[in-house]
């Protein structure tokens, strides 16, 4: 019997990437996303993730017509960038509804038809941003770290009844992400330039990273095993480590003198 997956987030980049590969290694694969249609095996569900009842009758209806849910992968997800000082409840407050309420009411929409199909796995596509935490993209960097402290804690919720629960940290990957991110440029003056100087040296490194196809590949690699947390890139898995380590005044010492100088 084919593993079922289901995809947030899959019409475009990162989660149409993994979700292509989900189904190049056999899966039956459904992305869950505003607009879009199925491609390269892959169905499309239309469905908001910032709506409690949309994700839970997409999923619900994967269940009912695949009998089984086997993966979720969580990769809905966009970037606001601004001064904190002049970044709009209301834009914080979407930033958290998409990045990481999305995610749990995915979550919890895959968890009972887990359950009853004895085990599963969820993944959550996260960021290096959650434990390097970036200037002027404050609000992106608390979603990310909030994403994996909410599947760490999750992943033991759910071990007796064979669900596994991850976080994988990607860094800086070519995709539409960049172009999308809401910028707000306000508070450009009164700070010295320094909100576009950050804004601008973090697209520059994005325009750089990886592929999307790279990054999705490796989203499905994680799935597939059974690992808590962990980063992509030799790179990117040095620089959590030496967070661990280092001093934090240290720590943050560098990121201001690469991000909010």
């Known amino acids: 019997m084919r593993r079922v997956a289901a995809v947030t987030g899959g019409s475009g980049g990162?989660?149409?990437c993994a979700a292509v590969e989900l189904a190049r290694r056999g899966f039956a694969v459904y992305?869950?996303?505003r607009s879009g249609t199925g491609f390269d095996g892959v169905e499309h569900v239309g469905c908001d993730v910032t709506s409690e009842e949309q994700v839970r009758a997409a999923?619900?209806?994967i269940a009912e017509r695949e009998g089984r849910l086997d993966l979720l992968v969580c990769c809905?997800?966009?970037g606001i960038s601004g001064a904190v000082e002049f970044t709009a409840h209301d834009s914080s407050r979407a930033q958290l509804d998409v990045n990481l309420f999305g995610a749990d009411s995915a979550a919890r929409a895959a968890i009972p038809h887990m359950r009853r199909g004895g085990g599963g796995r969820i993944v959550f596509v996260s960021s290096v941003a959650a434990v390097a935490p970036i200037p002027f993209q404050t609000w992106y960097s608390v979603s990310k770290a909030a994403l994996n402290c909410y599947a760490l804690a999750l992943a033991n919720e759910l071990r007796p009844f064979g669900i596994s629960v991850g976080a994988v940290m990607l860094g800086d990957v070519r995709t539409g992400f960049t172009a999308a991110r809401?910028?707000?440029d306000s508070a450009d003056l009164l700070y010295g330039g320094r909100v576009s100087r950050s804004v601008a040296r973090m697209e520059k490194d994005e325009r750089g990273g990886m592929s999307a196809e790279r990054a999705g590949a490796a989203v499905v690699?994680?799935?597939l095993?059974?690992?808590p947390l962990a980063a992509v890139g030799a790179q990117y898995r040095a620089i959590c480590v030496l967070i661990r380590l280092l001093p934090a005044a240290f720590v943050q010492r560098v990121l201001y003198s690469m991000y909010a100088k």
């Open 221 to 223: 690699r994680f799935s």
């Open 182 to 184: 809401k910028r707000d």
């Open 31 to 33: 992305e869950l996303s």
């Open 225 to 227: 095993g059974r690992r």
């Open 59 to 61: 999923i619900d209806g």
């Open 76 to 78: 809905a997800g966009y």
């Open 14 to 16: 990162i989660g149409r």
